[in-house]
């Protein structure tokens, strides 16, 4: 079932100015990777919505030298948790992750991280990131915490993600 823009800008509503760009590599993303029930799209779309600032950012604001040395994010040469950071919808991070979603979506992404901010990549990036980690069996399952963990690591941004979850089920229902 295709997105309209009317229900992104519903679940989203600071996405107005950029809803209408991402509307279509949303919905190609989503059939792409499998995204393709109520349950399923209302879950990616609350997570999305947090990780991104609803579609605002594509950029991890932070400047990733959290990352720096990272060994669990292959994050194992200097300058790694800079130029590896957070990018995309998802915003995936580290020299690993960057490494298997450009081998997954035919990108060099190594060489060129930024191709993750474009809006295509940046949605590509995220169902990937999505089918990758199995979140389509937990959004079944109902269990936003544990697909919250799964993006997030922990839960961070919980009860914002719930927020969404609910609007987007409601929305997409």
């Known amino acids: 079932m295709n997105l309209t823009l009317q229900q992104l ?4 509503p600071n996405a107005r100015a950029k809803a209408g760009i991402f509307l279509p590599a ?3 993303a989503m059939a792409e990777f499998g995204i393709n029930t109520p349950v399923r799209q209302a879950s990616f779309l609350a997570q999305l919505a947090h990780e991104s ?3 605002v950012y594509v950029r991890e604001l932070a400047s990733g030298a959290a990352y720096e040395g990272r060994k669990d994010l292959g994050n194992v040469q200097p300058g790694d948790g800079v130029r590896f950071r957070g990018r995309g919808l998802i915003q995936v991070t580290g020299r690993s992750n960057y490494a298997a979603c450009g081998k997954a ?4 992404l190594l060489a060129q991280p930024a191709l993750l901010e474009q809006t295509v990549n940046a949605c590509r990036s995220a169902g990937w990131f999505w089918q990758s980690r199995g979140l389509n069996a937990l959004a079944d399952a109902g269990d936003q915490v544990a697909v919250t963990r799964r993006i997030n690591g922990g839960t961070n941004g919980l009860a914002e993600r719930l927020a969404y979850f609910k609007t987007a089920l409601k929305v997409l229902a």
């Open 9 to 12: 800008i519903t679940i989203m």
């Open 53 to 55: 600032g609803q579609l």
């Open 26 to 28: 949303l919905n190609a």
């Open 105 to 108: 979506l035919g990108l060099d």
